[in-house]
């Protein structure tokens, strides 16, 4: 019985370097935005980067998790600690494209909405990408 005890501490006390290893930010989004395979409001969202290549969005009760891409270095034309939401615009519609923080990226794969709305998207209307630089608090 005591060996189990000391077992789960000891796992306990190992996982906890884990969970403080995740960046914890928030950003005001103005705008709906497509992630994954839904339509996200606008508001004050809490973005978690997980362990991995998982992200977590949050607004209120709505929680939105993200396999993206795994991390990628890029090189940011100004300050490599600015955290930034990167977004494809199409007319009117926003879809989450990317997620930089500290120098590295994640990117978040396109929803089959995106997909369609970019193949039947003409040459001269490409999508216009769109940065929204991220409020620290």
């Known amino acids: ?3 189990l005890g000391f077992t789960v501490l000891a ?3 190992l996982a906890l370097p884990l969970c403080a290893q995740q960046a914890t930010f928030r950003a005001d989004i103005p705008f ?11 508001g004050s969202y809490v973005i978690r980067l ?5 992200v977590q969005l949050q607004l209120g ?4 998790f993200i396999h993206a891409n795994a991390e990628e270095p890029y090189s940011p034309n100004s300050d490599s600690q600015q955290r930034k939401l990167v977004f494809n615009r199409y007319g009117n519609q926003y879809f989450l494209a990317q997620i930089r923080s500290g ?4 990117d978040v794969p396109m929803s089959p909405v ?8 003409v040459a ?4 216009v990408r769109t940065e929204v630089l991220l409020a620290m608090r």
């Open 124 to 127: 001269s209307a490409r999508p």
């Open 103 to 106: 120098g590295t990226s994640r």
């Open 32 to 42: 709906e935005f497509g992630v994954r395979d839904a339509t996200a409001q606008p």
């Open 114 to 121: 995106e997909r369609e709305l970019r193949k039947n998207t």
């Open 11 to 13: 796992v306990a006390v």
């Open 50 to 54: 997980l362990n991995g290549p998982v």
């Open 1 to 3: 019985m005591k060996k």
């Open 61 to 64: 009760s709505d929680c939105y």
